[in-house]
């Protein structure tokens, strides 16, 4: 219940007082004054009845209630309270879970691949590495994210052959079109190296990659991306494996005083829905190291399973390699397209310079209405339209590929092989493929037959089962 206002008390002890007994009680009065007093009397009377509606009204309306704060909830088994996470924190997925958090974010990354392969290799060819083998390809983990003001990371640790080596390892900075970079990662050698092992086309790249050893290396690099160009360059040493100290000697370790320079230019407009892709890069590399050191080039049959190398050179007394390339490719649709040629010159102490050449031509083809990703001068993941679960059976791909390569030059006897490849990739949903190759290659100057032919044709397959986040 309200209590009665001062003013309205107040108002009710004048009427009391100023009533015509009361005063008359006092001393005798006037008609004139008595009139005028019950003038007064009833003004009085008048506004104690507006105020006792206006109290009326107030007393029947709905009354507010202040809100109760609610109980904090707490863990029955934690010890003692604990600050609840930020509710800027957000989490989305991409693969794996990725935090985003005032400008930083982090996101873990990992693969694993698992092959199988067959070399069906002429009887004649003495070579227990051949035929059936099984490995567990690859297996990566690490993460990437950023920590504000432009600056990134990446940390990838990947075990192959039984050894646990750094990948991409590296610190940037990023600000409007250009991205700085230190540390262990690419050098921006060919498009199909470039592009990753989890998105590519077949279970291995381009004969050439392997056989002039691409690798990552030590350095620091920049690139500029504008509309359709990209420019990337570097300045790098050599592998972290030749820079440890367990590689200490003629070899590597402290010794290893070798240094190179690449650059990689791509110009990838877009017609329509087609995005097409024109590259050139170029690469010199002083090695730097004591006379006995020795570089070969070589290569496996297109599997991983098998160690054996039927074309290579000898051990080769390099002092200087100088390489370049050219690329080509599109995306369109259903279809894609790509092409290279590679050439790498070897400066040997001998004072000749040997040139040995790859290159390939690759068409695909979508069986189910998906496209092939492209971004930032590389093929890039493809998403399912209809993935496995969600309406359809996922991305179903075949691919043909023509790999040519040529290590004979000047008195090096390195080999030739022809390679026809196809490959079938099935990708029920966005992070994992299963990917199934053929190839039949034709060798020329390979490792000799018991008989001394050294010209002949292998079969081979693979398949592998692929998860990558």
Same mark, same amino acid.
């Given at each position: 219940?309200?209590?009665?206002?001062?003013?309205?008390?107040?108002?009710?002890?004048?009427?009391?007082?100023?009533?015509?007994?009361?005063?008359?009680?006092?001393?005798?009065?006037?008609?004139?004054?008595?009139?005028?007093? %019950?003038?007064?009397?009833?003004?009085?009377?008048?506004?104690? /009845?507006?105020?006792?509606?206006?109290?009326?009204?107030?007393?029947?309306?709905?009354?507010?209630?202040?809100?109760?704060?609610?109980?904090?909830?707490?863990?029955?088994?934690?010890?003692?309270?604990?600050?609840?996470?930020?509710?800027?924190?957000?989490?989305?997925?991409?693969?794996?879970?990725?935090?985003?958090?005032?400008?930083?974010?982090?996101?873990?990354?990992?693969?694993?691949?698992?092959?199988?392969?067959?070399? +069906?290799?002429?009887?004649?060819?003495?070579?227990?590495?051949?035929?059936?083998?099984?490995?567990?390809?690859?297996?990566?983990?690490?993460?990437?994210?950023?920590?504000?003001?432009? $600056?990134?990371?990446?940390?990838?640790?990947?075990? #192959?052959?039984?050894? $646990?080596?750094?990948?991409?390892?590296?610190?940037?900075?990023?600000?409007?079109?250009?991205?700085?970079?230190?540390?262990?990662? *690419? /050098?921006?050698?060919?498009?199909?190296? $470039?592009?990753?092992?989890?998105?590519?086309?077949?279970?291995?790249?381009?004969?050439?990659?392997?056989?002039?050893?691409?690798?990552?290396?030590?350095?620091?690099?920049? /690139?500029?991306? *504008?509309?359709?160009?990209?420019?990337?360059?570097?300045?790098?040493?050599?592998?972290? *494996?030749?820079?440890?100290? #367990?590689?200490?000697?003629?070899?590597?370790?402290?010794?290893? *005083?070798?240094?190179?320079?690449?650059?990689?230019?791509?110009?990838?407009?877009?017609?329509?829905?087609?995005?097409?892709?024109?590259?050139? #890069?170029?690469?010199?590399?002083?090695?730097?190291?004591?006379? +006995?050191?020795?570089?070969?080039?070589?290569?496996?049959?297109?599997?991983?399973?098998?160690? #054996?190398?039927?074309?290579?050179?000898?051990?080769?007394?390099?002092?200087?390699?100088?390489?370049?390339?050219?690329?080509?490719?599109?995306?369109?649709?259903?279809?894609?397209?790509?092409?290279?040629?590679?050439?790498?010159?070897?400066?040997?102490?001998?004072?000749? %310079?040997?040139?040995?050449?790859?290159?390939?031509?690759?068409?695909?083809?979508?069986?189910?209405? +998906?496209?092939?990703?492209?971004?930032?001068?590389?093929?890039?993941?493809?998403?399912?339209?209809?993935?496995?679960?969600?309406?359809?059976?996922?991305?179903?791909?075949?691919?043909?590929?023509?790999?040519?390569?040529?290590?004979?030059?000047?008195?090096? $006897?390195?080999?030739?092989?022809?390679?026809?490849?196809?490959?079938?990739?099935?990708?029920?949903?966005?992070?994992?493929?299963?990917?199934?190759?053929?190839?039949?290659?034709?060798?020329?100057?390979?490792?000799?037959?018991?008989?001394?032919?050294?010209?002949?044709?292998?079969?081979?397959?693979?398949?592998?089962?692929?998860?990558?986040?």
């Amino acid at each position: 219940m309200h209590p009665v206002p001062a003013s309205l008390a107040a108002l009710a002890a004048v009427g009391v007082c100023l009533s015509p007994t009361a005063v008359l009680a006092q001393d005798q009065l006037t008609p004139a004054e008595v009139a005028a007093l %019950r003038n007064e009397i009833a003004s009085l009377r008048a506004q104690l /009845q507006t105020m006792e509606r206006r109290l009326d009204a107030v007393s029947s309306a709905p009354q507010a209630t202040a809100p109760v704060a609610p109980p904090v909830a707490m863990a029955a088994s934690a010890p003692s309270a604990t600050k609840a996470p930020s509710a800027s924190t957000e989490i989305s997925w991409k693969g794996a879970p990725q935090f985003a958090s005032a400008g930083r974010t982090f996101k873990a990354k990992g693969r694993i691949q698992i092959d199988v392969g067959q070399v +069906d290799a002429p009887s004649g060819l003495a070579d227990r590495g051949l035929g059936f083998g099984a490995e567990l390809r690859r297996v990566r983990l690490g993460g990437e994210g950023s920590l504000g003001a432009g $600056v990134g990371y990446k940390l990838e640790l990947e075990l #192959s052959d039984n050894t $646990v080596d750094l990948v991409d390892t590296l610190v940037t900075y990023k600000t409007g079109p250009w991205l700085l970079a230190a540390g262990n990662q *690419n /050098q921006f050698q060919s498009l199909d190296e $470039v592009t990753g092992d989890s998105v590519g086309s077949f279970m291995e790249r381009a004969a050439f990659t392997d056989a002039f050893n691409f690798e990552r290396r030590l350095g620091v690099s920049a /690139q500029y991306e *504008n509309g359709p160009w990209l420019v990337q360059g570097g300045l790098f040493s050599d592998d972290i *494996n030749a820079l440890a100290n #367990s590689s200490d000697g003629p070899a590597g370790g402290d010794e290893n *005083n070798s240094y190179g320079l690449d650059g990689r230019a791509v110009y990838a407009p877009k017609l329509g829905k087609t995005q097409l892709h024109l590259g050139a #890069s170029a690469h010199w590399r002083a090695l730097k190291r004591v006379t +006995d050191t020795a570089t070969r080039y070589r290569q496996r049959p297109f599997v991983h399973t098998s160690n #054996s190398r039927l074309i290579g050179t000898a051990a080769l007394p390099v002092e200087e390699e100088v390489h370049y390339g050219l690329e080509a490719g599109f995306v369109s649709g259903r279809w894609h397209g790509a092409a290279e040629s590679h050439w790498l010159e070897a400066g040997l102490t001998t004072g000749t %310079r040997p040139t040995l050449f790859g290159g390939y031509a690759e068409l695909g083809y979508f069986l189910t209405d +998906d496209t092939r990703g492209y971004k930032g001068g590389q093929f890039d993941r493809t998403k399912p339209a209809k993935p496995l679960g969600g309406g359809g059976v996922g991305a179903l791909q075949l691919n043909i590929r023509y790999d040519y390569l040529d290590m004979n030059d000047r008195g090096v $006897v390195g080999g030739k092989q022809d390679a026809w490849l196809a490959a079938l990739i099935w990708q029920p949903v966005e992070y994992m493929r299963f990917n199934v190759n053929y190839g039949l290659v034709s060798y020329q100057d390979a490792t000799p037959l018991r008989n001394g032919d050294r010209d002949y044709k292998v079969n081979v397959a693979g398949a592998r089962i692929e998860l990558d986040f």
